[in-house]
């Protein structure tokens, strides 16, 4: 019983988490690539290289949207 209930669990856990993922990295990663503090490779895309102050409104959102919806 203990390796269909894991299954489960991954299925549910994919079904929950695969949509965030893909939201939040259309809605991010251009918010975080564009305008920002200089950075280069990867650290082009990460929440320090946000500069102005009005892009921070999409991270807050999307922790508000991801985290504040009502369960199902």
Not at 15 to 31: D, E, G, K
Request: charged share 20%; no cysteine; proline share 6%.
């Amino acid at each position: 019983m203990d390796p269909y209930v894991f299954v489960r669990f991954l299925r549910l856990l994919s079904r929950a988490l695969v949509p965030i993922w893909i939201v939040s990295w259309i809605v991010l990663l251009p918010i975080n690539a564009t305008n920002g503090n200089g950075e280069t490779l990867l650290d082009k895309f990460t929440f320090r290289n946000v500069k102005e102050r009005s892009k921070f409104w999409a991270h807050l959102t999307l922790a508000w949207v991801f985290n504040g919806e009502p369960q199902r």
